[in-house]
């Protein structure tokens, strides 16, 4: 994970998430915390997430090897890699990036 973001101008993923529910998905996913996971792993090939490792220190953005790795848990509360060797907390995603792979998603 990179160090180093502010949090002004973020957005907690799952909340991004249901956002892109409302604004692109609806119609084709049932809203559960299981959609969530799964939105919210579409939107990390469009944004980049940042969040807490194992719940402390500053956010920083997860890197593309760990999203590879790993998945969203607890309705895109928390990201951890398969083995379950790292935990991430605190999910958040900028709200300009978001705005664009909405519009993007959408067309």
Do not use: C
Not at 4 to 14: I, Q, W
Not at 81 to 86: Q, T
Request: avoid cysteine; charge should be negative; hydrophobic fraction near 50%.
């Amino acid at each position: 994970m990179a160090n180093g973001t502010e949090t002004s101008g973020m957005m907690a993923l799952h909340d991004a998430a249901r956002v892109a529910h409302e604004k692109v998905f609806a119609r084709t996913i049932v809203l559960s915390d299981e959609a969530i996971d799964i939105i919210a792993t579409t939107l990390a090939r469009h944004v980049a997430v940042y969040g807490v490792q194992d719940g402390g220190g500053q956010p920083g953005r997860i890197a593309e090897w760990q999203l590879a790795a790993g998945a969203f848990r607890d309705a895109a509360n928390r990201f951890e890699l398969r083995d379950r060797a790292l935990s991430i907390t605190r999910l958040m995603v900028r709200e300009p990036d978001l705005q664009r792979a909405l519009e993007l998603l959408a067309s």
